[in-house]
Nanobody, 126 residues
Framework: QVQLVESGGGLVQAGGSLRLSCAAS????????VGWFRQAPGTEREFVSA????????YYADSVKGRFTISRDNAKNTVYLLMNRLKPEDTAVYYC???????????????????WGQGTQVTVSS
């Protein structure tokens, strides 16, 4: 089981930026596909972005494409989510997730990811 700890959330004005971090432990980080999801009150958890362990591809939800960037530092066992041009509708709890996927078939659903962090709140004011 992988342990994940997010940080970097906070309150920001619309148009601003935040960078979320997720530190992983318990498994070789370079073999993990990692992702970010978010959940606003009264809604289901939704996919935001993912990065395959092989480096083959990164994935983004249409709603964040061009504004958010996922990256990873395998030496630091950390995945990041840089969020630019934030909008009030980006307000949510953001969760880091990890999956062990030797076949490198990334599925952008909550069921695909085995391990989850506790979440970090992002609030964007208008």
């Amino acid at each position: 089981q992988v342990q994940l700890v997010e940080s970097g959330g906070g309150l920001v004005q619309a148009g601003g930026s935040l960078r979320l971090s997720c530190a992983a432990s318990g498994q070789t980080f370079s073999t993990l596909t990692v992702g970010w999801f978010r959940q606003a009150p009264g809604t289901e958890r939704e996919f935001v972005s993912a990065d395959s362990w092989s480096g083959r591809a990164t994935y983004y939800a249409d709603s964040v494409k061009g504004r958010f960037t996922i990256s990873r530092d395998n030496a630091k066992n950390t995945v990041y989510l840089l969020m630019n041009r934030l909008k009030p509708e980006d307000t949510a709890v953001y969760y880091c997730a990890a999956a062990t996927d030797p076949d490198d078939i990334v599925v952008m659903t909550t069921e695909y990811f085995e391990s989850w962090g506790q979440g970090t709140q992002v609030t964007v004011s208008s």
